[in-house]
């Protein structure tokens, strides 16, 4: 008897041929999610995104901040039910859905000039975010997991990054080229493209997550957090000096634009530009922990780079000289783009494991709270006078520089 074989004396028998059982390559799901995250950031409109809105859009610089504080709100509802959701149908649908949510976004932006569907647009681009937030990287970790390689899980996300950030980089100059010679309107529609491939490429992973947790509320989650960070004086100080700088410093993206604008920069060179502030922006962010081993105390580095954006900030509002400009807005981005990782030792030193995705999530709220409040402020300042806006940014930011509760020994 070969493939039957008898198991007992009363003529019963049963397959003899071990069941196979289908190994899953879950390893794939690492390369793949590198292309999509590239994919999924080819945004060619974000060189030109300020020209896009007041030119093509026909909105002022106010209604744009206004959008963003909407999207803000809109993605802070979003995040309610997006864990349930995850947890429901899997990391890999969600993250599909995302992807999907994001390129129709791209085709209603572009559709046609109105605030009212710029608002829609913008609550298909919160939705995306919302679920691809927490999904993406539980994803990551789950294969890893599977794969028994959680330890490379930072390296990993330090590597998407990395990949984000290329896309934003190459797409940013494409834009540019796109807007001179084309249309901007054409610089979101063809987002669509990129968008729609990193879609597909999120279909062809493998889910890693094998079993259904209890999903408990998001709303539960921020109440813990809240009390967490609460309970902790020097988490208080580490969160303050981190929110406060890190909202100033944003509005760099927004206002650049406009800035090279005033300046009578050529639309063909925003995206060139923006390419560069994205490279000092990765060059930084590998550079920042040599520099502070340099300063020996990483409060002095925070005092130095602090001051230092600052000051780039107050002469932006003197110089009209546009080599001198573009130098200055590249020093805001390498010293205050990745000012962040000044603060990761610090602020997970002083939370429980058990509790860091809680905290570190009600963080991320209370950033993009008090972004949203910021953002008609600023838009409405840079409406009146641009100059103003940086000479403000750089005084506050240097207040904050000397006033910081934070010690050296809280980093």
Known sequence: ????????????????TEQKTIEIDYSRNVPKFYLFSF???????????????????????????????????????FEVPSGAIADYLGRKYVITIAAFAIALATLIYSSMPSIFIFAIGETFFALGEALLSGAGEAFLYDTLKKTNQEERYTKIIGRVDSFLLIGIMISGPIGSIIAEYISLQFTMFF?????????????????????????????????????????SKVLIFLIIDKISVGVLIYFMF?????????????????????????????????????FMKWFKKRKRYLMFST?????????????????????????VTG?????????????????????????LSTISMIFGISLAIMNPIIGF????????????????????AFITPVKNEHL
């Open 1 to 16: 008897m070969t493939d039957l074989e008898r198991t007992n004396g009363t003529g019963e028998f049963q397959l003899a």
């Open 39 to 77: 994919f999924l950031f080819f945004h060619t409109s974000i060189g030109v995104i300020v020209p896009f809105f007041m030119e093509w859009g026909q909105i002022t610089f106010i209604e744009i901040t206004i959008l963003q504080s909407y999207f803000l709100f809109m993605n802070f509802l």
């Open 191 to 231: 987002c669509f493209f990129p968008s729609f491939c990193a879609a597909l490429i999120s279909l062809s992973f493998k889910e890693p997550n094998d079993h259904k947790t209890e999903h408990k509320k998001y709303l539960h989650f921020l109440k813990q957090g809240f009390i967490q960070i609460k309970n």
């Open 254 to 290: 927004w206002t650049s634009q406009l800035y090279l604008d005033v300046l009578n920069v050529p639309i063909i060179f925003f995206g060139f530009i923006l390419s560069m502030m994205t490279f000092t922006e990765m060059v930084f962010l590998n550079f920042i922990p040599k």
């Open 307 to 331: 001051v230092l954006v600052g000051l780039a900030f107050i002469f932006m509002s003197f110089t009209n000289i546009i080599p001198i400009s573009i130098g200055l807005i590249l020093i």
């Open 335 to 359: 010293f205050g783009f990745p000012r962040w990782l000044i603060f990761v030792d610090g602020i997970n030193k002083q939370i429980e494991p058990e509790n860091r995705a809680t905290v």
């Open 381 to 400: 300042m840079a409406t009146w006078n641009l100059y103003a806006v940086f000479l403000f940014l750089g005084i506050t930011i240097i207040i904050i």
